[in-house]
Nanobody, 124 residues
Framework: VQLQAYGGGLVQTGGSLRLFCAAS????????QGWFRQAPGKEREFVAA????????NYADSVKGRFTISRDKANNTVYLQMNNLKPEDTAVYYC??????????????????WGQGTQVTVSS
């Protein structure tokens, strides 16, 4: 399985960005996929996840109401629409494939394949 994340960039506070995670390989449509982020000097943290059919989503409290995760099964792509961005959203964003029960969706250790990351910078 290969995951490629892109779409990051520099945006002002209050702006929007859309991240993409293109997946290829086996069984990409049978797992949840998630987004994590890591700011300099901080641990990697969960952002959002979505089931294989797009029916269920999970979000970190810090992004609820501002970020939306969605997926296009036909194109094996997961999206993260980020609105009303804040400086504290600045981080490298990673997409990953989840393996495990729903209770582990926010744990990075329960993800087995990771994309290379894309930088998001929000200026104040």
């Amino acid at each position: 399985v290969q995951l490629q994340a892109y779409g990051g960039g520099l945006v002002q506070t209050g702006g929007s960005l859309r991240l993409f995670c293109a997946a290829s390989g086996r069984t990409v449509n049978s797992n949840r996929q998630g987004w994590f982020r890591q700011a300099p000097g901080k641990e990697r943290e969960f952002v959002a996840a979505i089931t294989w059919n797009g029916a269920n989503t999970n979000y970190a409290d810090s992004v609820k109401g501002r970020f939306t995760i969605s997926r296009d099964k036909a194109n094996n792509t997961v999206y993260l629409q980020m609105n009303n961005l804040k400086p504290e959203d600045t981080a490298v964003y990673y997409c990953a494939r989840h393996r495990g029960p729903l209770s582990t969706v926010a744990r990075s250790a329960s993800y087995d394949y990771w994309g290379q990351g894309t930088q998001v910078t929000v200026s104040s």
